[in-house]
């Protein structure tokens, strides 16, 4: 397994000493570091600081929102930041849910999620491939475009920049059955969220994995933390749970609450769902099983996590994506994995 660096998306500030840690990480021999975005600071942005005060390590989105920029905004941004890197990019990709997509973006969700995102692919690998004006006859990234409140004076384009890599990865954020197969078929790589290396979850990712082609990417977020106490490590990680499970999406249509179900936890999904949006956030946090948050996560003293590491070696995943910020976990994971 390779590893990655998970650095997220910034709170009310930049995250201080990002950038150090992301030379540390790569130093360490770390495969990649990885920003993310959500309502506030973008993904693209800290990894082109990152890039100048680095040389080797991948840099990833993960993930960036399709609704934050149409899919030849976004290939603009994977061309220029792979140039100015060297051909260090690796482009996550992720659809968000309805409160964002509608709430912060303004733009409706999509009534065929896959489709939405197959076309957005689409449009960005002929980008990415220069071969001809990009064109789509699609239902929601039509190019050019085609609505009734247009000029009808559209013309398909070519980039003007000459792409680096034709073949720059394209990795999607997927959570459904279905949603899991598409991007087998269509991506490079898939970023699970949630992932659970457990013998009884294999039946979730098995059957969409048999059909992905050599080099295909698994590379899942795992929360990461040495420590002395396994439930003092676990903590932040059930409080983070509790909001997206909880928070991160409306009461009808959460797809991290869902996930979370197909995964056994149904009864407390829905608990933990109903506790937070009644505005009983503490105990929708409480009510995160500790079991589930242990099964994603790498937490404890180091003789745990080196065992734990055996079930993961023995799962799909090519790349392990840690999320912490603590210099001695990512120094650990290194000397137990590389």
């Known amino acids: 397994m390779r590893l990655g660096l998970v650095l997220g998306y910034w709170g009310a500030a930049p995250t201080p000493g990002f950038v150090e840690l992301a030379v540390e990480a790569e130093r360490l021999g770390y495969d990649s570091v990885w920003t993310a975005e959500a309502w506030g600071s973008d993904a693209f942005t800290p990894l082109t600081w990152i890039a100048a005060h680095t040389s080797r390590i991948q840099l990833g989105t993960g993930v960036a929102q399709m609704a934050a920029r149409t899919p030849t905004a976004t290939a603009m941004h994977a061309m220029t930041l792979d140039h100015l890197s060297g051909g260090r990019l690796v482009l996550g990709l992720g659809l968000s849910g309805p409160q964002v997509v509608e709430g912060w973006y303004g733009r409706p969700f999509p009534r065929s999620p896959l489709t939405s995102v197959r076309e957005y692919v689409d449009v960005i690998r002929q980008v990415l491939r220069r071969e001809k004006p990009v064109t789509l006859d699609g239902a929601y990234h039509p190019l050019p475009y085609p609505g009734p409140d247009g000029t009808g004076l559209g013309k398909p384009l070519k980039p003007i920049l000459h792409p680096l890599r034709a073949d720059l990865p394209i990795l999607l954020g997927a959570e459904g059955p279905k949603n899991i197969a598409q991007t087998v078929r269509i991506a490079d790589g898939w970023l699970p969220l949630y992932f659970s290396p457990a013998p009884e979850r294999a039946a979730l990712y098995a059957e969409p994995l048999s059909a992905a082609r050599p080099g295909f990417t698994v590379a899942p977020l795992v929360h990461a933390r040495v420590c ?106 290194a000397e137990l994995v590389l």
């Open 228 to 333: 002395d106490d396994v439930a003092e490590g676990l903590a932040p990680i059930q409080a983070m749970l509790g909001f997206y499970i909880g928070g991160m999406g409306a009461r009808g249509r959460n797809f991290h609450a869902d996930l979370m179900a197909r995964m056994g936890f149904e009864a407390e999904a829905r608990q933990i769902q109903q506790l937070f949006l009644d505005g009983r956030q503490a105990e929708a946090i409480a009510a995160v099983p500790a079991a589930f948050a242990d099964e994603i996560s790498l937490v404890g003293p180091r003789e745990r996590i080196a065992e734990r590491l055996d079930a993961w070696r023995a799962s799909p995943v090519t790349d392990l994506l840690v999320t912490s910020r603590d210099p001695h976990t990512l120094r650990t994971l």
